[in-house]
């Protein structure tokens, strides 16, 4: 059987239309899939948009590891190399102390009214993922600058997420938000919130709270609505003939709201029920220190691009198995770890590399460089 998903496309004529000038991907899922609202897609347009009754919907989690898993098995540039993924296994359930830091252990979140309606930090969260990508090539740009800078811009101003403000946006209040920065993709960045503003406003009585209400406890639920209404984060590329799916930003804004809320269980409305099925957010620091545990092995080509700091195209084959190894080989992880009774979230060895990751980063090989608004 054969599916057909139709993602939000106005008339039947245009996904015709997209047929025939081969945008069509079949994928060995028994997916095909009418590829329409690009990331660009106007931000008034994209609150009109809904899921038509013609869209199938499935389960984006599975999407991700079936696809990561097909790529690997394809991969020319990257091999994930069992043995050292096993010693990293054995040297995570050796540690006595916690594994991974909390969500806002560092401080640079806001999240001041978590313990009362949580309104704010999810409209917190809603922005910062809608803009957590491409940190290069501006010096001092890293993540905890854009997530300190806007947690500052919201207790200066409790309205300044409005999603009136957000649908309005111009690319000079963003660069008040970070002051004295060259920001990089900035036009990306201002498209990503106006587009997440007229979703919130046509949709959600501009309230980024009310779309996680409408996920009814499920992350797979809030990416698939995320994916669905909003272009700039559908994180999705061709392999082969095939499609990928990564989704590493939707998924981490699930992530990042279920960590805020303290990861509380069902019940709670940010209480995902199905956390585990989350993947790792595939970007630069994860693969990076992977490549250093000698977890990835990379093809020379690929190590001398890296070395010279030669810019990996976004969409290419070498970038799709950096990302798509990165993700098999974090799944492969969390199941050696479970069966060592080990008990962490693809999530929560993402956070643990992670961190490990950026505590090294100036002592270890680069990491590829993509410019691309997906992470």
Same mark, same amino acid.
């Given at each position: 059987?054969? &599916?057909?998903?139709?993602?939000?496309?106005?008339?039947?004529?245009?996904?015709?239309?997209?047929?025939?000038?081969?945008?069509?991907?079949?994928?060995?899922?028994?997916?095909?899939?009418?590829?329409?609202?690009?990331?660009?897609?106007?931000?008034?347009?994209?609150?009109?948009?809904?899921?038509?009754?013609?869209?199938?919907?499935?389960?984006?989690?599975?999407?991700?590891?079936?696809?990561?898993?097909?790529?690997?098995?394809?991969?020319?540039?990257?091999?994930?190399?069992? =043995?050292?993924?096993?010693?990293?296994?054995?040297?995570?359930? =050796?540690?006595?102390?916690?594994?991974?830091?909390?969500? /806002?252990?560092?401080?640079?979140?806001?999240?001041?009214?978590?313990?009362?309606?949580?309104?704010?930090?999810?409209?917190?969260?809603?922005?910062? /993922?809608?803009?957590?990508?491409?940190?290069?090539?501006?010096?001092?740009?890293?993540?905890?600058?854009?997530?300190?800078?806007?947690?500052?811009?919201?207790?200066? /101003?409790?309205?300044?997420?409005?999603?009136?403000?957000?649908v309005n946006i111009k690319e000079s209040e963003l660069q008040k938000w970070l002051p004295g920065v060259d920001i990089p993709l900035i036009h990306a960045r201002v498209t990503a919130l106006r587009q997440?503003?007229?979703?919130?406003?046509?949709?959600?009585?501009?309230?980024?709270?009310?779309?996680?209400?409408?996920?009814?406890?499920?992350?797979?639920?809030?990416?698939?609505?995320?994916?669905?209404?909003?272009?700039?984060?559908?994180?999705?590329?061709?392999?082969?003939?095939?499609?990928?799916?990564?989704?590493?930003?939707?998924?981490?804004?699930?992530? =990042?709201?279920?960590?805020? &809320?303290?990861?509380?269980?069902?019940?709670?409305?940010?209480? &995902?029920?199905?956390?585990?099925?989350?993947?790792? &957010?595939? /970007?630069?620091?994860?693969?990076?220190?992977?490549?250093?545990?000698?977890?990835?092995?990379?093809?020379?080509?690929?190590?001398?691009?890296?070395?010279?700091?030669?810019?990996?195209?976004?969409?290419?084959?070498?970038?799709?198995?950096?990302?798509?190894?990165?993700?098999?080989?974090?799944?492969?992880?969390?199941?050696?770890?479970?069966?060592?009774?080990?008990?962490?979230?693809?999530?929560?060895?993402?956070?643990?590399?992670?961190?490990?990751?950026?505590?090294?980063?100036?002592?270890?090989?680069?990491?590829?460089?993509?410019?691309?608004?997906?992470?």
């Amino acid at each position: 059987m054969v &599916f057909i998903i139709y993602n939000g496309s106005r008339n039947w004529q245009h996904a015709i239309n997209t047929l025939a000038l081969g945008s069509l991907v079949a994928g060995s899922l028994g997916i095909l899939y009418i590829k329409y609202a690009s990331a660009y897609v106007s931000p008034r347009e994209v609150g009109k948009q809904r899921v038509k009754s013609c869209q199938i919907e499935l389960d984006p989690l599975k999407l991700i590891k079936k696809s990561a898993e097909r790529t690997v098995a394809r991969a020319q540039h990257v091999q994930i190399v069992k =043995d050292q993924l096993e010693a990293l296994a054995r040297e995570i359930s =050796d540690r006595k102390e916690k594994t991974y830091v909390e969500w /806002d252990e560092c401080g640079w979140h806001y999240n001041l009214d978590i313990s009362r309606s949580g309104i704010l930090t999810c409209q917190y969260i809603f922005v910062l /993922d809608s803009l957590n990508f491409c940190f290069w090539p501006t010096k001092g740009l890293e993540y905890e600058h854009l997530a300190i800078a806007l947690k500052n811009v919201l207790i200066g /101003d409790p309205a300044a997420f409005n999603a009136s403000n957000l649908v309005n946006i111009k690319e000079s209040e963003l660069q008040k938000w970070l002051p004295g920065v060259d920001i990089p993709l900035i036009h990306a960045r201002v498209t990503a919130l106006r587009q997440l503003g007229a979703v919130l406003l046509n949709s959600y009585d501009g309230l980024a709270i009310k779309m996680v209400e409408e996920s009814n406890n499920s992350a797979s639920k809030l990416v698939q609505m995320v994916v669905s209404s909003i272009p700039s984060f559908r994180d999705e590329s061709v392999y082969n003939g095939e499609q990928v799916f990564f989704y590493k930003r939707a998924q981490i804004l699930a992530a =990042d709201i279920w960590g805020a &809320f303290g990861r509380q269980s069902k019940g709670h409305i940010c209480g &995902f029920s199905d956390m585990e099925e989350v993947t790792m &957010f595939a /970007d630069y620091r994860v693969p990076q220190i992977l490549e250093h545990r000698g977890v990835l092995k990379y093809s020379q080509r690929l190590c001398q691009m890296i070395v010279s700091e030669e810019e990996i195209p976004a969409g290419s084959d070498m970038e799709i198995e950096i990302r798509a190894a990165t993700i098999q080989a974090v799944e492969m992880l969390q199941h050696i770890l479970e069966k060592n009774d080990v008990k962490l979230t693809s999530v929560e060895i993402d956070w643990l590399l992670w961190q490990e990751g950026e505590k090294l980063k100036e002592n270890i090989q680069k990491h590829h460089k993509t410019r691309t608004m997906f992470y």
